[in-house]
Protein backbone atom coordinates (compact mmCIF):
# COMPACT_ATOMS: atom_id res chain seq x y z
CA UNK A 1 0.00 0.00 0.00
CA UNK A 2 1.25 3.18 -0.65
CA UNK A 3 1.60 6.44 1.35
CA UNK A 4 2.13 10.00 0.87
CA UNK A 5 4.58 11.58 3.63
CA UNK A 6 4.51 15.70 3.82
CA UNK A 7 8.21 16.90 3.12
CA UNK A 8 8.01 20.99 3.19
CA UNK A 9 5.95 23.66 2.62
CA UNK A 10 6.28 27.10 1.62
CA UNK A 11 4.52 30.22 1.57
CA UNK A 12 4.68 32.27 -1.60
CA UNK A 13 3.85 35.84 -1.34
CA UNK A 14 3.07 37.75 -5.06
CA UNK A 15 3.16 41.45 -6.00
CA UNK A 16 2.19 43.51 -8.40
CA UNK A 17 5.82 44.58 -10.53
CA UNK A 18 4.07 47.03 -12.83
CA UNK A 19 2.79 46.43 -16.75
CA UNK A 20 4.91 45.32 -19.78
CA UNK A 21 5.17 47.53 -22.63
CA UNK A 22 1.93 45.86 -23.76
CA UNK A 23 0.24 45.68 -20.74
CA UNK A 24 0.77 42.46 -19.39
CA UNK A 25 1.15 42.51 -15.62
CA UNK A 26 4.60 41.51 -14.46
CA UNK A 27 4.14 39.44 -11.11
CA UNK A 28 7.08 39.38 -8.51
CA UNK A 29 7.21 36.97 -5.55
CA UNK A 30 9.04 36.14 -2.75
CA UNK A 31 9.08 32.74 -0.67
CA UNK A 32 9.18 32.13 2.88
CA UNK A 33 10.12 28.43 3.77
CA UNK A 34 9.51 26.50 6.91
CA UNK A 35 5.15 26.30 6.90
CA UNK A 36 4.14 24.15 8.72
CA UNK A 37 1.59 21.19 6.97
CA UNK A 38 -1.43 21.58 9.31
CA UNK A 39 -1.75 25.24 9.36
CA UNK A 40 -4.96 27.21 9.35
CA UNK A 41 -5.69 28.85 5.81
CA UNK A 42 -7.25 32.00 7.52
CA UNK A 43 -3.58 32.20 10.02
CA UNK A 44 -1.28 31.64 6.96
CA UNK A 45 -3.24 33.98 4.99
CA UNK A 46 -3.00 36.54 7.53
CA UNK A 47 0.92 35.97 8.37
CA UNK A 48 1.10 36.45 4.26
CA UNK A 49 -0.37 38.94 3.61
CA UNK A 50 1.41 40.97 6.61
CA UNK A 51 4.59 39.98 5.46
CA UNK A 52 3.71 41.57 1.77
CA UNK A 53 2.75 44.87 3.62
CA UNK A 54 6.57 45.39 4.16
CA UNK A 55 6.98 45.56 0.86
CA UNK A 56 7.06 48.32 -1.04
CA UNK A 57 5.38 46.58 -4.28
CA UNK A 58 1.41 46.51 -3.85
CA UNK A 59 0.35 42.85 -2.38
CA UNK A 60 -1.71 40.95 -4.84
CA UNK A 61 -1.85 36.98 -3.52
CA UNK A 62 0.16 34.01 -1.57
CA UNK A 63 -0.11 30.69 -2.06
CA UNK A 64 0.73 27.33 0.09
CA UNK A 65 3.25 25.00 -1.98
CA UNK A 66 3.69 21.45 -0.09
CA UNK A 67 6.31 19.18 -1.41
CA UNK A 68 5.88 15.27 -0.59
CA UNK A 69 6.91 11.80 -1.14
CA UNK A 70 4.55 8.87 -2.44
CA UNK A 71 6.28 5.71 -1.01
CA UNK A 72 5.18 2.01 -2.02
Known amino acids: MATIEFKEAVGRVYFDG ?17 IVENVEADALYNALQALGQLSELPFIGAEKVETSSVMG
Open 18 to 34: GLTEDGKLIRKSKTYRN
